[in-house]
């Protein structure tokens, strides 16, 4: 297993939170932390390795 930490981007570009991973591979953990994904977009990272950038959801009109 691999730790990762998703990464929660303010509107100002600064991380506001993080949350934790253990996978198994970097897939999988773009997979969970997609499932993480809201109103903010998420960086994926495992240790000093950056995966991923991921944007928010959009609204419906959008």
């Known amino acids: ?4 930490r998703v990464y929660f981007v303010g509107s100002d570009g600064h991380f506001v939170r993080f949350v934790g ?3 198994s591979s970097d897939a999988e953990a773009i997979e969970q932390a997609r499932r993480l994904i809201e109103d903010q ?3 994926l990272w ?3 390795r ?3 950038r991921l944007p928010q ?3 419906p009109s959008g």
Not at 1 to 4: G, I, L, N, R, S
């Open 57 to 59: 959801k959009q609204g």
């Open 50 to 52: 950056f995966i991923i």
């Open 46 to 48: 495992s240790g000093e």
């Open 41 to 43: 977009d998420i960086e």
């Open 21 to 23: 991973l253990s996978c």
């Open 1 to 4: 297993m691999v730790d990762y």
